[in-house]
T-cell receptor, first 113, second 114 residues
Framework: DSGVTQTPKHLITATGQRVTLRCSPR?????VYWYQQSLDQGLQFLIQ???????AKGNILERFSAQQFPDLHSELNLSSLELGDSALYFC????????????FGEGSWLTVV | GENVEQHPSTLSVQEGDSAVIKCTYS??????FPWYKQELGKRPQLIID?????GEKKDQRIAVTLNKTAKHFSLHITETQPEDSAVYFC????FGAGSYQLTFGKGTKLSVIP
């Protein structure tokens, strides 16, 4: 158990819909990262938050957005869903946000039908 | 930003043999290089890491080497066992999009044949 908690574990939704994925970082970690992993694909960095502020943005679509709340949990919002958005979405966290190990949650499986 | 290339994409070895996975990175300022193991449907888990002030690090059957001049690093697994079968990802911590962050290679699927 990495200490990073993600919900829901599995989600099936229809095209055009909107979903929210939730992440609670490890106790004491200020930085949260979101990654997308499609079938047989690598880990694509989406976005990073540090202590409530957006720190870095990767290949995140405009239909996707995220935020980190004062209690440091984070949410990833995916809207106008397409079939190609079906993937495993990982949240990860670490303390300082740079040059340190990140710890992954178990992921949220999203299936768009 | 940082770019990480990982080879090979698939690797099959006999149980007991060694396995080597290689990665190159582009940003000479990168200073942290972790390796993650991901079993099917599970989260990536850190197995070993190395910082740029060290050339080699070992932990039982696994070792990582780093050549800063050539900008490449490698994972070595000796005496492979069936439970080593997984996808392995290398990563480099470089500066991009306003922050230091990990950029991952595309992964190597290792199969250990009993």
């Amino acid at each position: 158990d990495s200490g990073v908690t993600q919900t829901p574990k599995h989600l099936i939704t229809a095209t055009g819909q909107r979903v929210t994925l939730r992440c609670s970082p490890r106790s004491g970690d200020l930085s949260v990262y979101w990654y997308q992993q499609s079938l047989d694909q690598g880990l694509q960095f989406l976005i990073q938050y540090y202590n409530g502020e957006e720190r870095a943005k990767g290949n995140i679509l405009e239909r996707f957005s995220a935020q980190q709340f004062p209690d440091l949990h984070s949410e990833l919002n995916l809207s106008s869903l397409e079939l190609g958005d079906s993937a495993l979405y990982f949240c990860a966290s670490n303390k300082q946000g740079s040059g340190n190990t990140i710890y992954f949650g178990e992921g949220s499986w999203l299936t768009v039908v | 930003g940082e770019n990480v290339e990982q080879h090979p994409s698939t690797l099959s070895v006999q149980e007991g043999d060694s396995a080597v996975i290689k990665c190159t990175y582009s940003d000479s300022a990168s200073n942290y290089f972790p390796w993650y193991k991901q079993e099917l449907g599970k989260r990536p888990q850190l197995i070993i890491d190395i910082r740029s002030n060290v050339g080699e690090k070992k932990d039982q059957r696994i070792a990582v080497t780093l050549n800063k001049t050539a900008k490449h690093f490698s994972l070595h697994i000796t005496e492979t066992q069936p439970e080593d079968s997984a996808v392995y990802f290398c990563a480099a911590s470089g500066f991009g999009a306003g922050s230091y962050q990990l950029t991952f290679g595309k992964g190597t699927k290792l199969s250990v044949i009993p």
